[in-house]
């Protein structure tokens, strides 16, 4: 239920409610091409991600 560890580090105790993205922007370790009016994904947001992503390796 972790990141690797090449994955960047959350932005703790950082507010990022409301921020907004655009353009090319890395999530889990995929690039995305953000259009406008995309969120910045909270903390927990990658911490599911990342669970998500280690149940499906362990299938």
């Given at each position: 239920m972790t990141p690797p560890a090449d994955a960047p580090p959350p932005d703790e105790g950082v507010d990022v409610r409301g921020r907004l993205v655009e353009g090319r922007q890395q999530f889990?370790?995929?690039?995305?091409?953000?259009?406008?009016?995309?969120?910045?994904?909270?903390?927990e947001t990658e911490l599911l991600g990342w669970s998500a992503v280690n149940r499906l390796r362990s299938m």
């Open positions: 889990l370790g995929v690039e995305l091409l953000c259009g406008p009016g995309a969120l910045v994904p909270r903390p």
